[in-house]
């Protein structure tokens, strides 16, 4: 008779473990049953997904996926944090993020949960000669500023500093950051900008302003124009580069030029690659530190992504920006700004505004996110990850140093190109639904009334594009806004079901979801003849296709039918224009279908 421990957990202790073939083995089962004769390493590929930047994630990893040592929190590499203490102290900085001067808006954030302000003037945001007004009544020796004024950088920065000097705001005491970032700028407007006005601000706040920043290394505008994470990683590496060299050309030390910057990154919705991206980036800023015999720990500061943000039911967003933040938060990100649910619509209200702020908390105070350090660490998938995103990363990086820094690749074009192509990839898996979007591509609710705001500032442009994975759904959709208005009915698609409930409902619920993805109302009672629609989808069970869909196909010709869809993989049926089935292009059938309709 076997003794067992008294551990507690001992009710299995005398069965083997299972091993990695064993898995294997019924996964070839599992795949055998859906027609999929693959065994082996080929049955685990079968279950694995191919991510941008050539990474593949398996759908399991063990100890044998080993990446290399990610040391200690507050450590190079600095993958598990830049700080021994993480988080714990008191969880991530809460920066809120203001384009206009509402009334009581920055102070209702400061006074409810926000920590740091990130204020946009110039271009885009509130005039320069209104910082004195927006910042009246915050307290700037204890509410870091971050400014975001592109090619006013110069005289925002002389406005604050003179702010602070007027409050009587010990230099030692001023935190925040300048925002100088000309690199950023061009990639936006297409506008390069001489570097030596920030280069001389750099200087200033090395002597005077220990805990302040004068440089941004904004990767948004790389995400934004539909970058992968590698580029992103990639782009902002070679931009942090670009500006070492010159601000040690402008006569500061290397530890000087290093501790005047500060990195943006894009936090989306895919949370384990947010999570490794923020980890990769710190690994790949230590290589950098490491060649120039600098301290290498990356201040960061994560934004939701503005990418990820639909318009169509944008109240899915707030979940969307949750899962984002929970990703910042445990990849490590210094400072998290929350874009509120509808940034994409205009000017956020007050109540969008609290919920952004009460995401970071309720993360922070409620589900004590902040109370393990590096909650990710250890992790066989994220660790594995986080290598393999740095080293596609990295070799971005030396393609752009090969071809003459970051500048030289913004204006020869060939980051734009890079960035198009990415996206033109990623726009064909959001066409077909591979990446679906709530609200808009998947599940959408077409008598939902629009969320109207104040239009924003419009933000500078001419150089990248900014992207949205919704647009091209926005425009089919916006047809058919057209149409409600001057018709006062949309568009409409007859579903022929055909059979028991149990035969037709899976497939009528897939042609459902795919017609209103494009504004199509689906008509599913009564007859074909006083439904108000010219086209009709059949749809059944494939027995139930082949009994009778040529026969139902030729009943709605002769009832007026000008298309016929069958809801499935396309087969010989006499009598069917074309066939709706899951991964067919979903913006290419819609759009062409409101062609035909007459919807312009």
């Not at 590698?230 to 000087?256: C, F, I, K």
């Not at 591509?441 to 933000?459: G, I, M, N, Q, T």
Request: aromatic share 6%; hydrophobic share 40%.
């Amino acid at each position: 008779m076997t003794v067992l421990p008294d551990d507690g957990l001992s009710l299995a202790a005398e069965f083997p473990d299972a091993t990695h073939e064993q898995w294997q083995r019924l996964v070839e089962g599992v795949l055998r049953k859906s027609g999929k004769e693959v065994s082996g390493e080929a049955a685990e590929d079968a279950l694995s997904t191919t991510l941008e930047d050539g990474l593949r994630t398996r759908p399991l990893y063990t100890a044998r996926d080993a990446a290399p040592d990610p040391g200690l929190p507050g450590f190079a590499p600095y993958v598990r944090g830049t700080r021994p203490e993480g988080n714990t102290a008191g969880g991530w900085d809460v920066r809120q993020r203001h384009t206009a001067l509402t009334e009581d808006a920055v102070l209702a954030d400061l006074e409810n949960g926000g920590t740091s302000l990130w204020l946009v003037l110039g271009e885009g945001g509130i005039p320069v000669d209104g910082l004195g007004r927006a910042l009246e009544g915050v307290y700037l020796d204890l509410a870091p500023v971050v400014l975001d004024a592109g090619r006013d950088t110069e005289q925002a920065a002389e406005t604050l500093l003179r702010l602070y000097a007027d409050k009587g705001v010990d230099a030692k005491a001023v935190r925040g950051n300048l925002g100088g970032d000309p690199l950023g700028y061009e990639a936006r407007t297409g506008t390069p900008l001489d570097f030596a006005p920030y280069a001389a601000l750099a200087a200033r706040c090395a002597e005077q302003y220990p805990g302040l920043r004068a440089l941004t290394v904004d990767a948004l505008p790389y995400h934004e124009a539909g970058g992968s994470a590698a580029q992103e990683l990639g782009a902002s590496l070679a931009t942090g580069v670009a500006y070492l060299r010159e601000l040690t050309e402008a006569g500061l030390s290397a530890e000087q030029a290093a501790g005047q910057l500060e990195f943006r990154y894009a936090a989306t919705a895919d949370q384990f690659l947010t999570i490794a991206k923020l980890r990769a980036a710190r690994r790949l800023w230590a290589r950098v530190a490491e060649v120039c015999a600098v301290p290498g720990a990356q201040v960061q500061h994560a934004v939701t992504s503005p990418v990820m943000m639909a318009r169509r039911d944008p109240w899915v967003n707030m979940l969307r920006t949750t899962v984002a933040t929970l990703a910042a938060g445990v990849g490590g990100a210094d400072s998290v700004t929350v874009l509120p649910f509808d940034h994409a619509l205009g000017l956020p209200d007050a109540f969008s505004r609290r919920i952004a702020r009460n995401t970071s908390t309720i993360l922070i105070e409620e589900s004590h996110l902040a109370r393990v350090i590096d909650p990710a660490g250890g992790s066989w998938y994220v660790e594995r990850l986080t290598d393999e995103l740095a080293q596609a990363a990295w070799q971005y990086f030396r393609t752009i140093e090969r071809d003459g820094g970051q500048a030289a690749v913004l204006r020869s074009g060939r980051l734009r190109t890079d960035l198009a192509t990415t996206w033109a990839e990623r726009s064909k898996k959001l066409a077909k639904r591979r990446e679906p979007i709530t609200g808009v591509s998947e599940f959408p609710l077409l008598a939902e009334k629009p969320v109207e705001r104040e239009p924003a500032p419009e933000p500078p442009s001419g150089g990248l594009p900014r992207v949205r994975r919704d647009e091209a759904y926005e425009e089919l959709r916006a047809r058919s806004d057209a149409h409600l208005a001057k018709t006062g009915a949309r568009p409409r698609v007859f579903l022929a079901t055909m059979g028991s409930a149990a035969a037709y409902t899976a497939r009528a619920t897939f042609a459902s979801n795919l017609f209103q993805a494009g504004g199509i109302e689906p008509v599913t009672e009564g007859r074909f003849e006083d439904s108000g629609a010219t086209e009709a989808v059949l749809c059944s069970s494939d027995a139930l296709y082949a009994e009778q869909a040529e026969q139902t196909a030729e009943s709605l010709r002769a009832a007026g039918a000008r298309h016929v869809f069958l809801a499935g993989r396309p087969a010989e049926y006499s009598g069917i224009d074309s066939y709706v089935f899951a991964g067919c292009d979903a913006v290419a059938v819609l759009s062409a279908t409101l062609d035909r309709m007459g919807v312009s």
